[in-house]
Structure formats: C-alpha cells, structure tokens
C-alpha cells in the first residue's frame, strides 16, 4: 500500500474521530455548550463528514492524488478556522486542543514542498 494513500486514510479516521469526540462532549460539564455548538456548526459547514469519507473511498484500494490534494486543501480551511475559533476561546474549548493538533500535523504532512 502506498504510503501517501495510509496517510490519507489516517487522517480520514482522525476526522471521523473528531467528529465524534465532539458530538460525545457537546453536553460535557467542561465545556461552553454554546462553544461547542458553534465548533458543531463549523463542522457542518465545511463538510468534514463529506471530506473523512472522500478521502476513505478514493484512497481505499488506490492513490488518487489529485483528488486527495483538494479534500486536504478544502479539510484545512474549516480545520484553520476551527482553530482560531478554539484558541481565542480557549478556556472554554481546551478539550479540543489535543484533537486539533493532531489533525494539523496529519493535513500538514499533504503539502506539496
């Protein structure tokens, strides 16, 4: 198996892992339930449900770099703006930290140098 397509179908489990990790603490006694609502809607928007499974299904049984360069692309502008979201509500959303640095660092490692 190549060695971009495990990468690609790492960070899609890593997505989906996200995605549950916030529905699992949107009601967390830790958490702003606002905050998170606001982190939910962002999710929608950018479509990270859609992105994790594009990225499992292309890179399932072949590389298909081109494609997986956009979905990585287009994962990174939600992920960035989750981010900023996070870190200037920090105190409320630290939960998430964690998560979104391992999610930074999986999408980090598609840049074309």
């Known amino acids: 198996m190549n060695h971009k397509m495990q990468k690609a179908l790492l960070l ?10 916030v529905e699992k603490h949107k009601n967390n006694f830790m958490v702003d339930a606002d905050k998170m609502y606001q982190v939910k809607l962002f999710i929608k928007e950018y479509k990270f449900k859609i992105i994790a499974d594009e990225l499992h299904r292309i890179n399932q049984f072949e590389w298909d770099e ?46 074309i140098q």
Do not use: C, P
């Open 66 to 111: 081109k494609y997986t360069y956009y979905l990585v692309d287009s994962f990174q502008k939600g992920l960035t703006t989750i981010d900023e979201y996070v870190q200037y509500n920090y105190n409320d959303l630290f939960i998430l930290t964690a998560r979104l640095y391992t999610l930074k660092n999986l999408s980090q490692s598609f840049v």
């Open 12 to 21: 899609a489990e890593n997505i989906k892992g996200f995605l549950l990790y």
